[in-house]
C-alpha cells in the first residue's frame, strides 16, 4: 500500500512516517501541493494524506481541483481545523475522512484502513493461497497457524503478489509498491527480495510458488503437489 503524506510541519512528518512504515505502508513525503501533484503524477499511490495548511496554498481548495479533474483516490484529511465547520467544509472539499491534529497514530491508521476496505479499495483483511494466510490488520504471515519472520519489505512484496494471486505483476508495479522516492533501489534489488522470500517460504512449507517471467515481472500461484 503506497501512502503520500502532504505535510509541511518536518518534525510531524517524521513522526508520521516512522508509523506509517511500521504500519505496512511505503509512505512518501511533499511538503507543498505543487510537489504533490508532480508525485502523483509520476507514481500511483494507494491512498493519500492531506494537511489543509500547506505554504504553497490551501489543500482543501487543491482537493477541490483534483476532483473535478476526476481523481478519485482516496483522501484523508489530516489538520489543526477542528471545529465542525471546517470538518464539514473538507468533507465537502471531497476528503473521504477527517482527523483533527492532536491525534492518536493508532487511530490515524486504522481510518486510513478502513478507507482502503470501501469497495474498490485495496484492502482486505486476510489473504489467503494455499496454506498461506496473511493477516492485514496484525500484518502477519503464517503457513498453518506458524508466523513467518518476514521483514517490513518481505511483507510488503509477499502482499503485492497475493493481491494478484494467479496474474502476473509487472516489475514496475512491485517496484512502486515496495520502494519510496527516496529509497536507495540498486537494478537487482528487486530479485533480491524475491529471492529471500522464495527461500523463506520454502522453509516453511507454503504452498505458494513465486514465478519469474523475465522482463515481465512476477507471479505468485499455488503449489501443484508432485504425483
Do not use: C
Given at each position: 500500500?503506497?501512502?503520500?503524506?502532504?505535510?509541511?510541519?518536518?518534525?510531524?512528518?517524521?513522526?508520521?512516517?516512522?508509523?506509517?512504515?511500521?504500519?505496512?505502508?511505503?509512505?512518501?513525503?511533499?511538503a507543498r501541493l505543487d510537489e504533490a501533484s508532480a508525485a502523483l503524477a509520476a507514481a500511483h499511490f494507494d491512498i493519500?494524506?492531506?494537511?489543509?495548511?500547506?505554504?504553497?496554498?490551501?489543500?482543501?481548495?487543491?482537493?477541490?481541483?483534483?476532483?473535478?479533474?476526476?481523481?478519485c483516490l482516496p483522501v484523508l484529511v489530516l489538520t489543526a481545523r477542528a471545529t465542525t465547520a471546517d470538518k464539514v467544509?473538507?468533507?465537502?472539499?471531497?476528503?473521504?475522512?477527517?482527523?483533527?491534529?492532536?491525534?492518536?497514530?493508532?487511530?490515524?491508521?486504522?481510518?486510513?484502513?478502513?478507507?482502503?476496505?470501501?469497495?474498490?479499495?485495496?484492502?482486505?483483511?486476510?489473504?489467503?493461497?494455499?496454506?498461506?494466510?496473511?493477516?492485514?490488520?496484525?500484518?502477519?504471515?503464517?503457513?498453518?497457524?506458524?508466523?513467518?519472520?518476514?521483514?517490513?519489505?518481505?511483507?510488503?512484496?509477499?502482499?503485492?503478489?497475493?493481491?494478484?494471486?494467479?496474474?502476473?505483476?509487472?516489475?514496475?508495479?512491485?517496484?512502486?509498491?515496495?520502494?519510496?522516492?527516496?529509497?536507495?533501489?540498486?537494478?537487482?534489488?528487486?530479485?533480491?527480495?524475491?529471492?529471500?522470500?522464495?527461500?523463506?517460504?520454502?522453509?516453511?512449507?507454503?504452498?505458494?510458488?513465486?514465478?519469474?517471467?523475465?522482463?515481465?515481472?512476477?507471479?505468485?500461484?499455488?503449489?501443484?503437489?508432485?504425483?
Open positions: 500500500m503506497r501512502l503520500l503524506l502532504i505535510e509541511d510541519n518536518d518534525r510531524l512528518s517524521g513522526f508520521l512516517i516512522k508509523g506509517l512504515t511500521a504500519a505496512g505502508f511505503t509512505a512518501d513525503r511533499v493519500l494524506v492531506l494537511d489543509l495548511g500547506l505554504p504553497d496554498g490551501d489543500g482543501g481548495e487543491w482537493l477541490v481541483g483534483r476532483r473535478a479533474a476526476g481523481d467544509k473538507g468533507l465537502n472539499a471531497g476528503a473521504d475522512d477527517y482527523l483533527a491534529k492532536p491525534f492518536e497514530m493508532a487511530e490515524l491508521v486504522a481510518r486510513l484502513k478502513a478507507l482502503l476496505r470501501r469497495p474498490g479499495g485495496v484492502l482486505a483483511l486476510t489473504l489467503e493461497l494455499g496454506n498461506l494466510r496473511f493477516d492485514m490488520t496484525h500484518r502477519e504471515a503464517s503457513v498453518a497457524g506458524r508466523v513467518l519472520a518476514l521483514s517490513h519489505s518481505e511483507l510488503k512484496l509477499l502482499e503485492l503478489l497475493l493481491r494478484r494471486a494467479g496474474r502476473v505483476v509487472p516489475r514496475r508495479v512491485l517496484e512502486e509498491g515496495l520502494y519510496g522516492f527516496d529509497d536507495h533501489v540498486g537494478p537487482n534489488s528487486l530479485e533480491a527480495h524475491v529471492s529471500r522470500l522464495r527461500k523463506k517460504l520454502d522453509a516453511a512449507s507454503a504452498g505458494v510458488q513465486i514465478h519469474t517471467l523475465r522482463g515481465v515481472g512476477y507471479l505468485a500461484g499455488e503449489q501443484v503437489p508432485q504425483p
